[in-house]
């Protein structure tokens, strides 16, 4: 596709290759954020694929401090032990494993 889209449109894309190999997957899942068993916030996870990997995209050539943080309480609030940060950016496709070792 290129650089400079709108990272709903990246979204799309992945969604129509994970479907073109096969994979199951569900998009923007929602986890609640909590404190006291009480519903403080919520999350939207961009991916969860296979029930167990997190994979979360965003657009530029960076990973930042704040994204890193972001997927790691995606992980922690699901319950899951590995993650996919992936940014869409000049530099083409760069990924990040991310794993919760909490």
């Known amino acids: ?7 709903k449109y990246y979204q799309r894309a992945l969604a129509e290759a994970l479907k073109v190999n096969g994979l199951r997957f569900k998009e923007q899942v929602f986890y609640p954020l ?5 519903i403080i916030g919520k999350n ?12 979360e995209i965003k657009k530029g050539n960076k990973f930042s401090k ?9 992980l922690k ?11 869409f950016g ?3 496709v760069l990924f990040k494993r991310i794993i919760n070792i909490f």
């Not at 596709?1 to 990272?7: D, I, L, V």
């Not at 909590?34 to 009480?38: A, G, I, L, M, Q």
């Open 66 to 74: 704040s994204h890193i943080d972001q997927v790691l309480q995606y």
């Open 34 to 38: 909590k404190y006291n068993n009480k």
């Open 77 to 87: 609030s699901a319950n899951l032990k590995l993650a996919i940060l992936v940014n």
């Open 90 to 92: 000049s530099e083409g």
């Open 1 to 7: 596709m290129g650089s400079g889209h709108s990272e």
């Open 44 to 55: 939207f996870i961009d991916f969860l694929i296979e029930e167990c990997i997190v994979v």
